[in-house]
């Protein structure tokens, strides 16, 4: 099948700073691609219509392990201005994010969610018996998280996000009181370390949350840390508080690695950060893992097609962690309005087009 092929790459600064353990992000980068079908096969063998033009966005998080902005600009000059599904599937297993984004396409056009067909049925039941999904919302590292459970529990959030392992431990410890003392009744917080720790520090983390409201410890070690995946076995399996892996799961086979590794704990998927979403569920959903969906702070166009996923998910709903909006100074690169719940429908209406025409 032919297609025309364009992309535009952006850098969005961010409306207010995001702090994690790999560094104060201010803007977001990344690159929007558009696929257009050839007109001459607007209809299918059986007569049936189906769409002409697809967009997928290269989320690229180069400290999380994906491939740079540079590389995947430089891959889609390369493939040229008219590409077909040989050439698609040409561009390298490493740009991970570029071949996300062109699958987010290619299926668009061919109204296809990147779920594995096992999932399917059960994932359309899902969403017909549950039309809305819980979101967390993202609190901001250090005292200033203070500031924003109120207003977020007064809009409805009872489970909470809170970025760790920016500031000195014992400061943050020590926050850790005043955080869940402003969580209303029944709130979960979740902890994201962004890999900060050593064992000796998330030790200390997970003796502290063991008798407060801490549904998971997201990533604590560092996936790049020597016997990372011995400490995070160890870790998950020593203390009651559940464990997450965040950055583990983005480089190619690390979910397969991780579930024959026997791992207890969540898998927290960024489905724009996965080169091949439909595989990587068809895995989890086989090993019954826990799963929660993620933002990588992607623009509408990836928030579309990471969303889509997780409402097609057949496995038990969890809150989603996609509570980041608004995000950019220019709001039209914004995903739905952050509330506490999130309609199937709000994902349907977000308005692509208006992200891509804005990078013209």
């Not at 092929?5 to 409306?15: H, I, V």
């Not at 109204?111 to 899902?126: C, S």
């Not at 993202?138 to 959030?157: C, N, S, V, Y």
Request: charged fraction near 25%; include cysteine; hydrophobic fraction near 45%.
């Amino acid at each position: 099948m032919n297609f025309s092929f364009a992309y535009r790459r952006y850098r969005l600064p961010l409306r207010t700073a995001v702090r994690t353990a790999h560094g104060v992000w201010t803007e977001r980068v990344g690159v929007i691609v558009r696929l257009e079908r050839d007109p001459a096969t607007r209809s299918t063998s059986s007569g049936e219509e189906r769409g002409l033009v697809g967009y997928g966005e290269a989320a690229v998080i180069p400290e999380f392990g994906t491939e740079t902005v540079d590389e995947v600009e430089v891959a889609c000059r390369e493939l040229g201005a008219k590409v077909d599904d040989a050439r698609l599937a040409s561009v390298p297993v490493k740009l991970g994010c570029l071949r996300n984004a062109l699958a987010s396409a290619r299926g668009e056009i061919d109204g296809r969610v990147a779920i594995p067909p096992a999932a399917g049925e059960q994932g359309r039941r899902v969403r017909d018996n549950a039309p809305y999904l819980g979101i967390a919302a993202l609190l901001p590292a250090g005292r200033t998280a203070l500031t924003q459970i109120g207003p977020k529990a007064d809009a409805g959030f009872r489970v909470f996000k809170w970025k760790v392992g920016v500031a000195d431990l014992a400061d943050e410890l020590a926050l850790l009181d005043d955080v869940c003392a402003a969580l209303p009744g029944g709130a979960q917080l979740r902890l994201d370390a962004n890999g900060a720790w050593d064992r000796r520090q998330a030790e200390r983390w997970l003796e502290r949350c063991a008798e407060r409201p801490v549904e998971f410890v997201e990533q604590p070690i560092a996936t790049e840390a020597r016997g990372a995946v011995d400490l995070l076995l160890g870790l998950a399996n020593d203390w009651p508080t559940p464990l997450a892996l965040d950055e583990s799961l983005v480089g190619e086979g690390d979910i397969e690695r991780w579930i024959g590794a026997g791992w207890p704990g969540v898998f927290v998927v960024k489905p724009s950060l996965i080169r091949d979403v439909a595989s990587a569920l068809a895995r989890l959903e086989k090993a019954k893992a826990t799963v929660i969906f993620s933002s990588a702070l992607e623009t509408a166009v990836g928030a579309r097609a990471a969303l889509r996923v997780a409402f097609a998910w057949g496995g038990e709903p969890r809150a989603l962690g996609f509570g980041v909006w608004p995000l950019f100074v220019d709001g039209r690169f914004d995903g739905p309005h952050a509330a506490a719940f999130l309609r199937a429908e709000d994902v349907e209406r977000i308005n692509v087009e208006a992200a891509w025409n804005a990078l013209s």
